[in-house]
């Protein structure tokens, strides 16, 4: 009975310890979610207008980057590692090599990191990132968009989430490639859409209900 006992509140003792950590874990993990968030808005906020909020950061998949991240791996960390353990003479070559193909990497990742699409509660932002001092902004109103499309082409697609997304407006084209999460991209910018259409309808019914009354009042004086 007593071994029965203690069983039972050992195994309750586990569950108890593996809900805190899975608790502290997700709570981490939002804290850290929030933080991106905070310092993506922060990074774009140049890009915006007068009263425009971002609504949703839509980024190229990480998957975009997996060739250079192994690159950087092979290229910055073992070859120079080993390299300079197994010749001594030739350190510092390994230590500018690893310098060089660091700075190249992060050049990636900030390529892959400002290639986006913000979507606002006015419009869709397209940012191309063509270097440190160089990069491309044009902006698309929600009022020009005809369609907002999506496109999955492979399997490795489906399951990892990632595939192309199209505005397409004017007789024009916008695409965002290999972005993560395209359904979502989708659903975000039909939402905003929607929202600031609705909005604007209502503002102009609006006015138009003010010029009307304010020319019968107009009328009536006369």
Known sequence: MDFARAKLFFQ?????????????????????????????????????????????????????????????????????????????????????????????????IADWFFDVWLITNISVINIEWRGIFARNSSRIEFADIEEVAYEIKSLIGIILKFGDCFLRCAGTEVVLKNAANPKKIELKIQAARSEFLDSKKKNDSDQIHDALVNLLKDQLQS
């Open 12 to 108: 309750f003792q586990i569950r108890n310890s593996r809900r805190d950590f899975f608790c502290k874990f997700y709570s981490r993990a939002i804290v850290w979610e929030n933080r991106i968030v905070f310092l993506e808005k922060l990074f774009f906020r140049p890009h915006l207008a007068e009263n425009e909020k971002i609504v949703f950061i839509a980024h190229r998949h990480f998957i975009c980057i997996l060739p250079q991240s192994v690159k950087f791996i092979v290229f910055g960390v073992l070859i120079p590692f080993f390299l300079g353990a197994l010749l001594p003479p030739f350190f510092w070559v390994a230590v500018i090599w690893a310098v060089l193909v660091w700075l190249q990497f992060l050049a990636e």
